[in-house]
């Protein structure tokens, strides 16, 4: 809601979330903890549509009213709704994109560390309790990372000898 165009680095494929929108009082204010602010980094795909936004918007905010001021949040569920529906894809809450996003970025492979610092939790132990059971750490899989592992570092080491 309060996203100005100024917070995103579309060449640096990056967003800056620097402040928060209050519904009730119709304000800009700081993020509700420390961790609010924070840094996201964006996909090549909202890259695109994000690009193809800005060039028929004319503002400040990303998403707002042709004055400026941010968009009535109250509509906003059913307009999602409205528009999943017309590409036919299957219909979520907006709080379950959010969801989305986290779970695909665990399934790229992001550490939980980087992984709270753009979800905005105050400590990684919120994301862990949060997705944990998304994150890969089973035993055969702990088992094949760590004979990686340690194949890479014999190899190393017998290099290394080889060169001495």
Not at 14 to 23: H, K, Y
Not at 122 to 142: C, F, K, Q, W
């Amino acid at each position: 809601m309060a996203l100005r165009w100024s917070d995103v680095d579309l060449a640096g494929g990056v967003i800056r979330v620097e402040r928060a929108w209050d519904p009730k009082s119709r304000i800009m204010i700081e993020p509700k903890s420390r961790a609010g602010r924070r840094r996201v980094p964006i996909a090549a795909v909202l890259r695109d549509v994000l690009v193809e936004h800005k060039m028929r918007v004319n503002g400040e905010l990303v998403l707002g009213r042709a004055d400026g001021s941010p968009f009535d949040p109250e509509p906003v569920p059913a307009r999602a709704v409205r528009a999943w529906g017309h590409v036919s894809l299957k219909q979520i809450t907006l709080h379950e994109a959010r969801h989305t996003f986290a779970s695909l970025m665990i399934a790229a492979g992001v550490n939980a560390r980087a992984l709270t610092t753009y979800m905005g939790h105050a400590s990684v132990t919120i994301t862990y309790d949060r997705y944990g059971h998304l994150m890969p750490g089973n035993e055969n899989e702990a088992a094949a990372l760590l004979d990686a592992y340690l194949e890479r570092a014999n190899t190393q080491a017998r290099l290394a000898a080889l060169e001495d």
